[in-house]
């Protein structure tokens, strides 16, 4: 089973940014699709991003578009979240996400396998 540990998080003020990591374990990362999630306090966990295993694909939430993006280094495994522009309205913790093979489909929450424990992201006015 990976293991998943995330950093990076704090506190910026609107219009800054923030680079997540996501230190994995296991020999099974580089055939993994990894994925960022948050969750704001009274809210459901929603989806971020997502990369597949080779860093050839990326998809995104609506809401971060074009503000964020998503790597990875498969000889650190590691992956990334670099966020730009930052709003108030990205306030939440962070959590990153395997799935590993067989994959599941979709960006829900339900298709990864294995999650960190989350690293608060606050954006102040």
């Known amino acids: 089973q990976v293991q998943l540990v995330e950093s990076g998080g704090g506190l910026v003020q609107a219009g800054g940014s923030l680079r997540l990591s996501c230190a994995a374990s296991?020999?099974?990362?580089?055939?993994?699709?990894m994925g960022w999630f948050r969750q704001a306090p009274g809210k459901e966990r929603e989806f971020v991003a997502a990369i597949s295993w080779s860093g050839g694909a990326t998809s995104y939430a609506d809401s971060v578009q074009g503000r964020y993006t998503i790597s990875r280094d498969n000889a650190r495994n590691t992956v990334y979240l670099q966020m730009n522009s930052l709003k108030p309205e990205d306030t939440a913790v962070y959590y990153c996400a395997v799935d590993i093979p067989p994959y599941g489909s979709g960006n829900s929450a339900g298709r990864f396998d294995s999650w960190g424990q989350g690293t608060q992201v606050t954006v102040s006015s």
């Open positions: 296991g020999r099974t990362f580089s055939s993994a699709i």
